[in-house]
Each structure stands twice: as C-alpha cells, then as structure tokens.
C-alpha cells in the first residue's frame, strides 16, 4: 500500500528549470518502481520516466532524455523529477505513480497514483 503526494509544480519561463518531488508513504516504497507521467489538456496520460526500486536503473521518454533526470530517495520516501531546458510543450499535469516489479512504461501498469501537480512553461 502506498500513498503518493506529488508537489513542486508552478510556472516557469521556457529553458528554466523545476524539481518535482513524490512524497510516498507506505511500507512498499522502497520495493516500488517509481514513475512519472504527465498529461496535457485533451491528451493522453504519457510516460515521462520510470526508477527502479534501488535507484540504479532508469528509462526516459524520447522527448524528456537529456533534460529530465529522476530519482529517489528510499530513506526518505521522496522521488524527484529534476526538469531542465524547459519547453512550452512540457506543460502538463505530472503524476508520481507505482508499482510492484518491472520497470514499464505503459502507465496502466500503475497502481497507485498522486494527484498530480501542474507545470506550466511559458516562453
């Protein structure tokens, strides 16, 4: 069982810089894979970027890799999600989610979910 809050949203200029962070509750955490995904008005939900339990392996979206960098604190029961070089197209509500085994992208196989929190990029 695990509880997600996502926050760090807000806006940014375009090529500026914002952290995400995950806060997860629940003993599963630092079993969990952990990903981000983000959803823009009228658009499907997309992967943004996935961790495996221990931090070591990690999978980007083409259209994120090289800016996005996510991570995860297992002490403190915290993912992030670093952004940099932002683009107006990265405006979305991003969500945290997890769940048991395999690192996937398809966020279907997610069960547990945060509420999201909005990231507006303006140029």
């Known amino acids: 069982q695990v509880q997600l809050v996502e926050s760090g949203g807000g806006l940014v200029q375009s090529g500026g810089s914002r952290r995400l962070s995950c806060a997860a509750s629940?003993?599963?955490?630092?079993?969990?894979?952990m990903g981000w995904f983000r959803q823009a008005p009228g658009k499907e939900r997309e992967f943004v970027a996935a961790?495996?339990?221990?931090?070591?392996?990690?999978y980007y979206a083409d259209s994120v890799k090289g800016r996005f960098t996510i991570s995860r604190d297992n002490a403190k029961n915290t993912l992030f999600l670093q952004m940099n070089s932002l683009k107006p197209e990265d405006t979305a509500v991003y969500y945290c989610?997890?769940?048991?085994?395999?690192?996937?992208?398809?966020?279907?196989?997610?069960?547990?979910w945060g509420q999201g929190t909005q990231v507006t990029v303006s140029s």
């Open positions: 989610a997890a769940k048991s085994g395999m690192l996937v992208q398809d966020h279907r196989a997610y069960g547990y």
């Open positions: 629940g003993h599963t955490f630092s079993s969990s894979t």
């Open positions: 961790i495996d339990y221990n931090g070591i392996t990690t």
